[in-house]
């Protein structure tokens, strides 16, 4: 069958439209974006010790386990991940052991933060944080493959489509945000979970996949569905979960630490001892700043719209808000702000540096701009 590539540009992103049978669809993104893909995997700051752990005796144990458990319920995500890397043209063990970060243990940084409200007018709104590096190559892909309904993902390429802002066909809109694993399960890579629950036809469907479905590392997962206003926030971390719906007239956030998963002992989130544990607690104590300003926020009377939801997280920087600019010490930078109105079904996008940008839902996942 093939695939067909079509770019253009969105509110200041390249905008990447992929068509065609699944894994020839990967190897032409790959191909459109083999420049990027090279560059993202060859200056991620974890991509040293990635493979440094990787080529040691434990860390040969770890990815063997976590491949194989993805092998077993997620083998479709995984060739997706190897048509992807065959397409752009580099190794890929090199690009699997990239998307296995976070599922092996060890330091992967600390971004994204949602804010969400449940009313007559319901939004879902999301900061996409990575790191500078990322800058210039992060961009948007609307997928539309072997007949399933499309997806539009904001994309880091080098990465399964799946681990940032996604829409779907269905109707669902979720952020997602990094949980840092000291002591992972042996279950499936996180990232090909991700890419597997676009496919979800529902809220219910979307949820009960994810307590279904645990991963090795940590994902928090904070959906919203268009039309209905619901909005979940399921956290999966070391194959456990949790999820909890946002009650009417209520706001609800997350950031990068566990708020549903019991924890007692931390073990994941922090590590448990030495300069990782050190990292980590620091790490969560940055996530932990930034919660307390989304913690103390209350809704205008009448309702938040989305200007309100832009002016919280593309505002104010870290510390007094939630938006990263690299500055002070901060390590990441805030790629990209996106509130949906679950109500209006409508995409508002703000690149960094870019004004922003409505779209309908459904024309985002049509690619109908």
Not at 9 to 17: I, K, M, Q, Y
Not at 69 to 74: D, G, K, L, M, P
Not at 305 to 325: E, H, I, M, Y
């Amino acid at each position: 069958m093939g695939a067909t590539v079509v770019e253009s540009e969105l509110g200041g992103l390249r905008w990447l439209v992929v068509r065609g049978d699944r894994e020839s669809a990967l190897r032409a993104l790959g191909r459109a974006a083999a420049d990027e893909v090279r560059s993202v995997l060859g200056s991620l700051p974890e991509a040293a010790g990635l493979r440094q752990y990787a080529a040691s005796t434990a860390g040969r144990r770890a990815v063997a386990g976590v491949l194989k458990a993805t092998r077993t319920s997620h083998a479709q995500e995984l060739r997706e991940a190897v048509a992807l890397a065959e397409g752009a043209g580099v190794d890929p063990e090199e690009l699997l052991l990239a998307n296995l970060r976070g599922d092996l243990g060890g330091d992967d940084g600390v971004g994204c933060s949602d804010l969400a409200f449940r009313g007559k007018r319901s939004f879902v709104a999301h900061n996409e944080d990575g790191a500078p590096e990322l800058a210039g190559r992060f961009m948007l892909v609307t997928l539309a493959i072997d007949g399933e309904a499309p997806v539009a993902v904001q994309w880091y390429p080098g990465f399964l489509p799946c681990n940032t802002f996604v829409v779907t066909g269905h109707g669902l809109v979720w952020g997602i945000n990094h949980i840092q694993v000291a002591a992972p399960a042996t279950a499936a890579g996180r990232h090909f979970v991700a890419r597997g629950l676009q496919r979800q036809p529902n809220l219910e469907a979307a949820v009960r996949y994810l307590t279904d479905h645990p991963s090795a590392g940590g994902f928090a997962y904070n959906i919203g569905e268009l039309g209905t206003g619901r909005v979940v926030s399921v956290e999966t971390a070391a194959g456990r979960h949790a999820a909890v719906e946002t009650d009417p007239g209520s706001l609800s956030w997350h950031t990068n630490h566990l708020r549903h998963v019991e924890s007692r002992k931390e073990a994941a989130q922090s590590g448990s001892g030495g300069t990782q544990g050190a990292r980590n607690l620091g790490q969560r104590e940055e996530s932990l700043a930034r919660a307390r300003v989304l913690d103390s926020l209350e809704a205008p009377a009448g309702g938040p719209d989305t200007d309100w939801f832009l002016g919280v997280l593309a505002g104010k920087p870290v510390p007094d808000g939630v938006f990263r600019s690299a500055v002070d010490g901060d390590p990441l930078l805030t790629l990209c702000t996106s509130v949906v109105d679950l109500t209006a079904r409508e995409v508002t996008l703000q690149p960094r540096g870019a004004a922003p940008l409505t779209i309908s839902a459904d024309a985002l996942v049509a690619a109908d701009a």
